[in-house]
């Protein structure tokens, strides 16, 4: 009988042991694991936002672009600075401006209210053409290639019969009589939706002259949502907000068709791709909330929705985050917590199975230790009052709740310190730690009050970001936003609120500042810059003021005042800035190679004196001279070390074929060195064809481009080596002589060695 109580009081006490355990921690388990799913929400709340945010600023930065473009070139018609009627003028004006924009600008354009019609466009395979319309061409839209002086070559297409006045993007800018932009309408050519912005250009008199047109494809916008969204398993799609037709998506799913009669159909949201998402809308339009949680067929989605208004254009973001992005993690720890306080429950109850009856009493201080954990207490512990079995028991009870306090207590921190991350992120600028749009739109209003008054807005662009994007690469062009940031913050005061709205654009609220001190800050920042410099480029920045004195004013008023402001300030001194960079881009090359600009000198000079030498006009002889200093300005992409070398390797010798191609992108992006980037771009191309960059034979080389091939050539030969001076000009004569009917223009290299051997130079 004994032996039976014995059994049956060891049993008891596992059954009471392993049932006091598993109501604490299920207990302490409830508390915590939901605070655990409750944290992991928010976080996703916080993702979707996050991203949300993101595609928000690139699709309102994308609908700006032609906006800006419209704004910068159409005072040039608007004020005659561009003669109509000058066909190799009005060429150069749109092939120039559309070669300048990236590839989301399909087509540059301009209709004039007579129905005639010009401008450049990319065909289907991205090739630059020019647009005309006019009684030439009998009223018909002709589209021609474009020759190396950026003006049209030979006839490729007959478009048929065209009058811009019909179309919508120039119908709604001469009822909105100012920027618009138009319906999204299916392209007659490419199979893609596309969008047009529209300014209208008029007299002196306010007569209608025209509409300049930009417009742009949105294939663009779903391969963005698609490398947005990659990674979190999830969806992004834009809709026009009130007939729910899909924009794009980032789920490769079609957003239009176009049916056997050829009418187009625009798919609405929930008929092509994520029918979850088309219920996700239809929620959002009968409940107006831009946080929700969907519980979709297969995932329970967190959506986040925000609306973009653009001169009409009415838009709506969504973005949807299925809930196992983080939620997985969460249950598999949920798994591996509850499997250890399993195997620890077992190898307890083992042990205790082995007690006696005087080891009845420690099992009390268990108990309690027990029940402070069910009630969440994770502090306390069981005392050891002897190393005998029960001793090792507790201190093994002591162990499982340190592990468990660890777990929680750590894992508790990490959900709290990443929450708090993603909350700093969604409402600064990652790249210059400045406030970003979103948490500069959530605050105006706190900034905006009559305490505040007289309230003064700058608005601030920076100038050259795209040059230095494609010239240096982003990692120079984030160096010149970090750079722009830090002089903004260095010239402004503390009370004062700086916010990056945009990828080159800050705004600045300077709170009880009136215009005067608002100019003496924006002097701060001019000064700021005097001597700021990222890569190659001189720092400077557009900028723009205006100031609120009434709390009846509107802020937006006052913000687009200083936006316009801005816009004048950039337009005004487009030449200086530009100047500016041309310069400091000579200055840092000459600096990293003596050199180079002796080479560059020399070359300029005998050019001046080669092209007078030929009876060259005197205007070809100053184009001569300017192309000749300039022809290795693309080197400036490459360090100092590089360009001492004396000997390149083939690899260095394809690197060092850059320069040409560089340089014609750094002269083609501004007024004042347009007409010298083909020349630079053909000065090492050959007579045979075998030169580079594009292979170029014969008289397709420019001739500006063949004289700098030979001068650049003889200086070259003319400056090396340990010759006396007469050897070494007979040596580069030798080599012009040698080259001549292959590597250079026979005729010009037989004049040259003439005027050389005849002392004229």
């Given at each position: ?19 006091a ?33 993101n ?36 060429d ?42 006019n009684a ?31 179309r ?31 300014w ?12 300049l ?63 979850d ?37 009415d ?172 002089i ?64 009846d ?8 005042n ?5 816009y ?66 693309g ?10 070398k004396?000997a390149?390797?083939?690899e ?13 992108r ?44 030979i ?21 580069a ?29």
């Open positions: 009988m004994k032996n039976k109580k014995d059994l049956s009081i060891k049993r008891l006490i596992i059954v009471v042991f392993i049932l355990m598993l109501i604490s921690l299920t207990g302490i388990g409830y508390l915590i694991f939901t605070r655990w799913f409750s944290s992991a929400g928010q976080t996703m709340e916080g993702i979707a936002g996050s991203i949300n945010e595609v928000y600023n690139r699709i309102y930065s994308f609908m700006r672009t032609p906006d800006h473009i419209n704004e910068v070139n159409r005072k040039t018609i608007e004020n005659g600075i561009l003669d109509l009627s000058d066909e190799k003028l009005r150069k004006f749109f092939v120039g401006v559309l070669s300048s924009c990236s590839d989301e600008i399909y087509s540059f354009s301009y209709g004039t209210s007579d129905g005639e019609y010009y401008g450049a466009r990319r065909n289907e395979n991205g090739t630059v053409e020019i647009m005309r319309n030439s061409t009998g009223g018909e839209s002709w589209y021609y290639s474009v020759d190396e002086d950026m003006t049209a070559g030979e006839l490729v297409v007959k478009a048929g019969s065209f009058d811009p006045r019909s919508s993007w120039y119908r709604a800018a001469v009822e909105a009589q100012g920027p618009a932009l138009s319906p999204v309408y299916k392209h007659f050519v490419m199979d893609d939706l596309a969008i047009s912005a529209a209208p250009v008029y007299d002196g008199g306010g007569k209608l002259q025209g509409v047109g930009t417009h742009m494809l949105l294939s663009g916008i779903g391969a963005f949502l698609e490398n947005t969204i990659q990674g979190f398993n999830g969806y992004a799609i834009i809709v026009e907000r009130d007939s729910g037709e899909m924009i794009a998506n980032s789920t490769g799913a079609d957003n239009f068709t176009v049916l056997e009669d050829g009418s187009l159909k625009r798919y609405r949201i929930g008929e092509a791709g994520s029918s998402m088309g219920k996700a809308y239809e929620y959002y339009r009968a409940n107006g909330m831009s946080d929700f949680i969907y519980e979709g067929a297969k995932d329970r989605l967190y959506v986040n929705v925000r609306e973009i208004q653009v001169r009409g254009m838009w709506i973001v969504m973005t949807a985050i299925p809930d196992g992005l983080l939620m997985d993690n969460v249950v598999k720890s949920i798994h591996l917590t509850v499997l250890i306080i399993v195997v620890t429950l077992l190898a307890a109850g083992f042990v205790f199975y082995a007690v006696t009856d005087r080891l009845l009493k420690p099992v009390n201080s268990l108990l309690q230790v027990s029940e402070a954990l069910s009630s969440g207490d994770l502090s306390k512990r069981v005392v050891i009052s002897r190393n005998d079995e029960i001793g090792c028991i507790s201190k093994s009870f002591n162990r499982v709740a340190d592990k468990m306090q660890f777990l929680i207590n750590n894992l508790e921190a990490n959900v709290s310190e990443r929450t708090e991350q993603l909350h700093y992120l969604s409402m600064h600028d990652s790249l210059t730690g400045l406030h970003n749009r979103r948490c500069f739109e959530e605050n105006r209003s706190r900034i905006d009050v009559s305490d505040n008054l007289p309230l003064s807005v700058i608005f601030a662009d920076i100038n050259g970001l795209k040059m230095t994007n494609d010239i240096f690469g982003h990692a120079a062009g984030d160096e010149l936003i970090r750079k722009s940031s830090e903004l913050v260095q010239s402004c005061r503390d009370k004062d609120i700086i916010a990056r709205i945009g990828g080159d654009e800050f705004i600045v609220l300077l709170p009880r500042t009136d215009e005067e001190i608002a100019g003496r800050i924006i002097s701060r920042i001019r000064s700021g810059f005097a001597n700021a410099r990222v890569a190659a480029i001189k720092c400077s920045m557009s900028l723009g003021s205006d100031t609120k004195w009434r709390m004013q509107s802020l937006e008023e006052v913000m687009a200083a936006e316009n402001a801005m004048k300030d950039k337009t005004m001194n487009r030449k200086t800035v530009n100047r500016d960079i041309i310069d400091t881009i000579v200055e840092t090359l000459d600096a990293k190679s003596s050199s180079e600009k002796r080479h560059s000198i020399a070359v300029s000079e005998l050019c001046g004196r080669v092209g007078a030498a030929l009876k060259l006009p005197e205007a070809k002889i100053n184009k001569l001279e300017r192309a000749g200093y300039l022809h290795d300005i080197k400036i992409i490459f360090d100092e070390s590089f360009l001492k004396e390149y390797t083939e260095e010798h394809e690197k060092m074929r850059q320069h040409a191609v560089v340089g014609y750094i002269l083609n992006l501004f007024d004042e060195t347009l007409d010298l980037a083909e020349f630079v771009y053909c000065h090492h191309e050959r007579w045979d064809g075998k030169g580079y960059p594009r292979g170029l034979y014969g008289e397709q080389i420019p001739k500006i481009a063949r004289i700098i091939s001068v650049e050539t003889y200086e070259r030969v003319l400056s090396r080596g340990e010759l006396s001076a007469e050897e070494r000009k007979r040596a004569i030798e080599v012009i002589r040698a080259g001549a009917g292959n590597q250079f223009d026979p005729q010009i290299a037989e004049a040259f060695i003439r005027i050389i051997d005849e002392g004229s130079i």
